[in-house]
């Protein structure tokens, strides 16, 4: 069970590796509604086998559990793996899960929240794995007995490519439609796209918007023809438009809101470029062909960073950081995110030119201004 849609993104490895073992018929997935569509997108567990959980309101959230519950009693399932790394909801689902083996991590002397011992195969979290290995590690354990663990002997897994989103031809030319309505042109300028994340659940993480402004405004001086487009959930919608009448130019909109999830990876596919903190978009990006500048303070790259070729990272490395983590339930006492702090408008403006312009120069069409 992976609950939040970047290590959806991240598990993909692990998933195709559980389908090479067991079949793709006999692999179920559970998974909170709002995430359900970047699983669908990956399209390694047949839509059918897809357990969604809603959250809209707790007596949906209770009624789904129970179905889920049924559903997977029905299957009679052999056996469950926990993507949760210490979640307790996760472990008691496992459990109640009818399935023999249970495999997750486990904390052996109280270094992260107690689960009991609810599962058969307990293994040792090692923080030092990236979030894929760490996922990958837990399938590949249920080719072990359980009295072997913590002793592992697997070496960490190579990268595995993720699946590339596709769109059919009058998905993408209703996305252009709307761009070319918005921002008054006749064919889809260049963009660079803003997820400045106004509604952010981890405030630590958040950039300061006045840091976007600024860039916004030096991305425009430089570069004539670009457009810059805010992106965002509904609920950032009327924040980021702020944001948009901060910058206060005729070239910067905000699509927060106005898109389905599949048109706004579409979108991602027309953009050159995107400057986001470390969140969902950061990760399911990547299934697109834009390249993405992904902000990191209060979790380190080195777990939960993409790995491929368009993610450029950025992180101040201070000593505080990561201060969120596995082991503290994503808690941190930090009230003053400098590690965000740290990371200025020069650096991310210069990393978005360099890469901005690499990828104009590829298809001939670098347009800098004089």
Not at 332 to 348: F, L, P, Q
């Given at each position: 069970m992976a609950?939040?849609?970047?290590?959806?993104?991240?598990?993909?490895?692990?998933?195709?590796?559980?389908?090479?073992?067991?079949?793709?018929?006999?692999?179920?997935?559970?998974v909170f509604s709002p995430n359900r569509f970047i699983l669908d997108l990956l399209q390694v567990v047949p839509p059918e086998n897809v357990l969604a959980i809603r959250t809209s309101n707790p007596l949906r959230l209770v009624a789904d559990v129970f179905r889920v519950l049924a559903?997977?009693?029905?299957?009679?399932?052999?056996?469950?793996?926990?993507?949760?790394?210490?979640?307790?909801?996760?472990?008691?689902?496992?459990?109640?899960?009818?399935?023999r083996t249970r495999v997750g991590y486990h904390a052996f002397f109280g270094e992260a929240s107690y689960r009991g011992d609810l599962m058969t195969h307990r293994?040792?979290?090692?923080?030092?794995?990236?979030?894929?290995?760490?996922?990958?590690?837990?399938?590949?354990?249920?080719?072990?007995?359980?009295?072997?663990?913590?002793?592992?002997?697997?070496?960490?897994?190579?990268?595995?490519?993720?699946?590339?989103?596709?769109?059919?031809?009058?998905?993408?030319?209703?996305?252009?439609?709307?761009?070319?309505?918005?921002?008054?042109?006749?064919?889809?300028?260049?963009?660079?796209?803003?997820?400045?994340?106004?509604?952010?659940?981890?405030?630590?993480?958040?950039?300061?918007?006045?840091?976007?402004?600024?860039?916004?405004?030096?991305?425009?001086?430089?570069?004539?023809?670009?457009?810059?487009?805010?992106?965002?959930?509904?609920?950032?919608?009327?924040e980021a438009g702020k944001l948009v009448d901060e910058i206060g130019s005729d070239r910067c909109v905000s699509f927060a809101g106005r898109t389905t999830l599949r048109q706004l990876m579409i979108l991602y596919d027309l953009g050159e470029l995107m400057v986001t903190n470390d969140s969902g978009p950061a990760h399911y990006s990547t299934l697109t062909s834009i390249d993405v500048i992904t902000l990191f303070g209060p979790e380190t790259p080195a777990v939960f960073g993409a790995?491929?070729?368009r993610s450029h990272i950025l992180w101040a490395g201070t000593v505080c950081s990561p201060c969120v983590n596995a082991f503290n339930d994503r808690q941190?006492?930090?009230?003053?995110?400098?590690?965000?702090?740290?990371?200025?408008?020069?650096?991310?403006f210069e990393t978005a030119c360099r890469v901005y312009e690499t990828r104009r120069s590829t298809t001939g069409e670098r347009r800098v201004a004089p």
């Open positions: 609950v939040v849609q970047g290590a959806t993104v991240l598990a993909y490895p692990a998933l195709a590796r559980a389908r090479e073992m067991v079949g793709a018929e006999n692999l179920f997935f559970v559903r997977m009693w029905r299957e009679r399932i052999d056996a469950s793996v926990d993507f949760e790394f210490f979640a307790r909801s996760s472990a008691i689902l496992s459990y109640l899960s009818g399935a293994l040792s979290f090692n923080p030092f794995l990236h979030a894929a290995e760490m996922f990958q590690v837990l399938v590949e354990a249920l080719r072990r007995p359980a009295g072997t663990f913590p002793a592992f002997d697997m070496t960490p897994p190579e990268d595995e490519p993720l699946p590339r989103f596709r769109a059919a031809d009058e998905e993408t030319a209703e996305v252009e439609r709307m761009l070319c309505e918005v921002l008054g042109t006749d064919a889809v300028p260049p963009l660079v796209l803003l997820n400045a994340n106004c509604g952010d659940l981890l405030p630590l993480r958040r950039w300061e918007n006045e840091r976007y402004v600024e860039l916004a405004h030096r991305l425009l001086d430089r570069y004539p023809d670009l457009r810059i487009v805010l992106t965002g959930a509904p609920d950032e919608a009327v790995r491929t070729p941190s006492a930090c009230r003053d995110n400098i590690c965000m702090k740290k990371i200025t408008v020069d650096e991310v």
